[in-house]
């Protein structure tokens, strides 16, 4: 393996990705952790009598990275071109006599799926910290603005009145569910096994269960209830689902920020670094959404890495190696991606500008058509039928463009003038309402979020 950056092929090596996160996933930390599960068994056999404790404390000491290198590892494993055996010969080896008794018990799996699901619990709490990270962001951004007339848009076109401070609450909620359902799904994510050959513990004898129970007792992860040779990978196409379900929310965030920065809009506008970042080669005033886009790409990326997991689902019999291949591309690339794109998208929402005069801008163009449904609601409670009251606005709104305004028009209007004087109408068409309904809403939203950010 070459560490030179000119000979890197993987974007994902040098261009997208945290290092601390890169790290995690690194050979060293990967072979850090059989070692770990490698020194539980022998612990947790000693405890029952299985292996002499003089030689389970000498196995747990020579399994560390300074007893046991990668370069060993790597040269047993180019003769048994089998990775598990290299590491058992490799730790066997560094305990001198007592290396009898590494591995005794137990099948690659033990080791291997018990070490993915220290892996697994290091990218929950990873995760689960990016998840609270952009939740109060976006609280943050809500809070700021709960009161910020704004105009909601369906279909693209203009809807009602709201406040900014909801619609950025609307997807706090959403990330803080994705919290909670990290926090739910990580019982059954974050399992192990050593239970031998096929998962029925027959290796250890009348101990299985105590071994089983020790080696996860101490390593800190609970233990598959009903593994076959390998724990069962609905665990892990459940966990990477759920990172497709994140990326979805990543994206839809994304989205309306690169839409609500469009030149004709221009109600937002993610950070830009004006003295030195550059929107074009050649046009030069651009300030382009790179970020948000960018959060895009990734988010679609981690949502077709969810795929191959479903796929390994499906095993001969008691195992195969279908999944292991793709495993080992699949998990680092899905996590490492997640993670780049929720700190990407915290930091667009920690420094997004918002021009509020803008927002009230595109409300007021719309002369009080945003509020047709209070006029509508209005004019049903003063005795005309909600369906003839919707047909007599939809025709007087049907040209909004064309003067004279919507006020005039509806004041002029025989059945509306009949029903509301002028003065209550000029106060249905008001948007403050709806805007001060917003704003109650998003306090509402926000304490919900904050109880649940502080558990």
């Known amino acids: 393996m070459t560490s030179d950056p000119s000979s890197f092929f993987c974007p994902l090596e040098y261009r997208y990705g945290r290092s601390e996160v890169r790290e995690l996933f690194g050979r060293s930390a990967r072979l850090e952790r059989a070692l770990r599960v490698e020194a539980a068994l022998a612990e947790a056999e000693a405890e029952v009598g299985i292996v002499p404790a003089a030689d389970a404390a000498a196995i747990a000491r020579a399994a560390t990275l300074r007893s046991v290198s990668l370069d060993r590892v790597d ?12 590491i058992v010969r490799a730790l066997a080896e560094a305990a001198g006599s007592h290396g009898r008794w590494v591995h005794f018990g137990a099948t690659s799996a033990d080791i291997t799926d018990t070490a993915l699901a220290l892996e697994l619990k290091e990218c929950v709490a990873l995760l689960r910290g990016d998840l609270t990270d952009l939740a109060r962001a976006l609280a943050d951004l809500a809070r700021r603005h709960r009161a910020t007339p704004a105009v909601a848009r369906t279909h693209g076109q203009q809807g009602v009145p709201f406040s900014f401070g909801y619609k950025i609450a609307v997807g706090a909620a959403e990330v803080v569910r994705h919290r909670e359902r990290l926090d739910e799904l990580s019982r059954r994510l974050v399992v192990g096994k050593m239970s031998g050959a096929v998962g029925t513990g027959a290796g250890f004898g009348e101990h299985a269960e105590a071994v089983e129970a020790g080696v996860m007792r101490r390593l800190g992860v ?7 040779q390998i724990v069962g990978r609905d665990r892990v196409a459940e966990f990477t689902n759920f990172l497709a379900l994140v990326a979805g929310t990543a994206e839809r965030l994304a989205t309306e920020v690169r839409n609500l920065q469009r030149t004709e809009i221009a109600e937002v506008a993610e950070p830009f670094d004006e003295a030195h970042q550059v929107g074009s080669t050649t046009m030069a005033q651009k300030r382009n959404p790179t970020t948000s886009e960018n959060v895009t790409s990734l988010a679609r990326l981690v949502r077709a890495l969810a795929l191959p997991p479903l796929e390994n689902m499906v095993q001969w019999h008691e195992r195969d190696l ?3 291949a793709n495993e080992r591309i699949v998990l680092p690339h899905a996590v490492l991606l997640a993670d780049d794109l929720l700190s990407k998208l915290t930091g667009v929402f920690r420094g997004l500008e918002v021009d509020a005069p803008r927002m009230q801008e595109a409300l007021d163009r719309g002369e009080g058509s945003a509020m047709i449904e209070n006029l509508m609601l209005a004019l049903t409670t003063k ?10 606005l939809r025709t007087l709104t049907r040209d909004p463009s064309r003067p004279p305004p919507l006020l005039e028009r509806a004041r002029a209007d025989p059945t509306i003038a009949r029903l509301i004087g002028p003065d209550e109408l000029a106060g249905l068409l008001d948007p403050a309402r709806y805007v001060r309904a917003s704003s109650a809403k998003t306090d509402r939203v926000l304490q919900r979020i904050e109880r649940s950010l502080a558990s």
Do not use: C, F, Q
Not at 222 to 228: C, G, M, Q, V
């Open 222 to 228: 609970a233990a598959d209830e009903a593994p076959s």
């Open 383 to 392: 005795g005309l039928a909600r369906t003839d009251a919707h047909e007599l």
């Open 322 to 324: 279908a999944n292991s």
């Open 75 to 86: 040269a047993i494993e180019r003769s048994t071109r089998h990775d598990v055996m290299a």
